[in-house]
């Protein structure tokens, strides 16, 4: 399984991005995956932003609530984040990561495949 992100760039405080993940090697149609995207800024631990899991389930952490929204097309096996209203604390590297159980968190152990990462960059 690959995970092939893209859409970080550089962009003012307040703006918005949005990034996209392609699988390949599993299919989004398989039963019981999760997908998620995991964020690591310099000096810090890396931090779960947001998940998806195959029923439709969404969740996301505190300091992104009403501002990202994950979505995917299972068609074509794309994970999206939609990025809003961005802040220099959004600063980071974007991954993201895949996992094939019924358990979906945000927790890195829920996930076995990771992308290499896209660099978003928020400047105020």
């Known amino acids: 399984v690959q995970l092939v992100e893209s859409g970080g760039d550089s962009v003012q405080a307040g703006g918005s991005l949005g990034l996209s993940c392609v699988v390949y090697g599993a299919s989004l149609y398989t039963y019981d995956n999760c997908m998620g995207w995991f964020r690591r800024a310099p000096g810090k631990e890396p931090e779960g932003v947001a998940r998806r899991d195959s029923s439709g389930g969404s969740g996301y952490t505190e300091t992104v609530q009403g501002r990202f929204f994950i979505s995917r097309d299972n068609a074509k096996n794309i994970l999206y984040l939609q990025m809003n209203s961005l802040k220099p604390e959004d600063t980071a590297t974007y991954f993201c990561?895949?996992?094939?159980?019924?358990?979906?968190?945000?927790?890195?152990?829920?996930?076995?495949?990771w992308g290499q990462g896209t660099q978003v960059t928020v400047s105020s």
């Open positions: 990561a895949a996992g094939f159980t019924a358990t979906c968190t945000l927790s890195k152990a829920d996930f076995r495949y």
